[in-house]
């Protein structure tokens, strides 16, 4: 008998950390990746860099176990500092911590931390049980660093003027995102002068406001760069006069989303009267249809001839019509409903419909 024999093919150590690239991108679930991962960094001394970098490409620190683990992790090797390029913190919380204000001790993250974090791209905050003293600090000492490209604040409750002097100190983002953020004390901004260069790179901004609050003071924040805003998401429940008059100064935008949280959303179309961008090319309409009847929502738009409108200036350039409904209604029975109440819409062949359930929510 002739025994078999086996040849062994051995992969070119570039297409093995291609391979690693893949299925750091293909997982989608965030544990997942992190167990391929820590796998592919304990097989192979080769493929530690490949796996340490995506590893820590992005960090979640959901606890204050996870901030000081970082921060030890840093200290003890500070070559993984340029690897960090998102950071998401989602663990502040107030809850069990007696913090006093002009002290770091209990700071996910040090000052002097955060600014040797040269290849940060993308922040996170996210409150999550009160908001705690040293949150307004935490935020600022971001703003010392020169590449950080976004910034996003979740349910931060502050006074209006702290959170205003606090997003100015970030002059070089191009996204700013606030996330169902309640602040109160709103007052009119008496000196400006300390920040020349506030949002002055601002292209991308989303507001999501909780309740019945009303926008007009957050989108005054950045009244002075608005014709430079590119693409604005605004979600919330009603916009007054005053908002509407902000909304007209944004002339250059490109992608406009509006979403309604918990009202059937007629203001929309009062909005959508107010747009003067030429430059539009995608404008998305979001509605819950389980808070207000859906059929409200439809005679709403049939009524105020809103087909219409989105045919004539300054939205013959749209490329792109997209209505997304949140409910539990009948996918087709809608979608043929929607190409009825949007006939020249459809007919340009811009209108997309989307619907989803509350569990996407």
Known sequence: MYRLQLQRHHLPPELQLLIIDAAADMSQDWTTKLDILRACALTCHAWLPTARRHLYST??????????????????????????????????????????????????????????????????????????????????????????????????????????HVIWSFPAVRSIELDGCAWWKVAPIADDSAYPYRCRNLRDLKIRIPGMLEVEPYLHIFASRAEKITNLLLWCDDMGEDALIELRAYRRLESLDLGAIESEGAWMVEALSNVRSDHLRHLSLTFRSHEAPLETVLKTWCDS??????????????????????GNSSLESTRDTIAHIFPRCHGRGILNFDMRSREHL
């Open 59 to 164: 960090v979640y620190l959901r606890s204050p176990i996870h901030s000081r683990l970082l921060s030890r992790t840093l200290a003890d090797n500070p070559a993984i500092f340029p690897l960090i390029c998102r950071l998401h913190c989602a663990g502040i919380t107030s809850a069990g911590l007696q913090i006093a204000s002009s002290t770091e001790e209990g700071y996910p993250l040090t000052t002097d931390t955060v600014s040797k974090l040269s290849s940060l791209r993308s922040v996170v905050f996210t409150i999550r049980a009160g908001t705690p003293p040293y949150f307004l600090p935490l935020v600022r000492s971001f703003s010392v660093l020169e590449h950080l490209d976004s910034l996003c604040i979740q349910n931060a409750a502050n006074t209006y003027l702290d959170m205003v």
């Open 305 to 326: 001839r809103l087909d219409d409108a989105l045919s004539a200036i300054p939205f013959l350039g749209l490329k792109c019509l997209t209505i997304n409904l949140i």
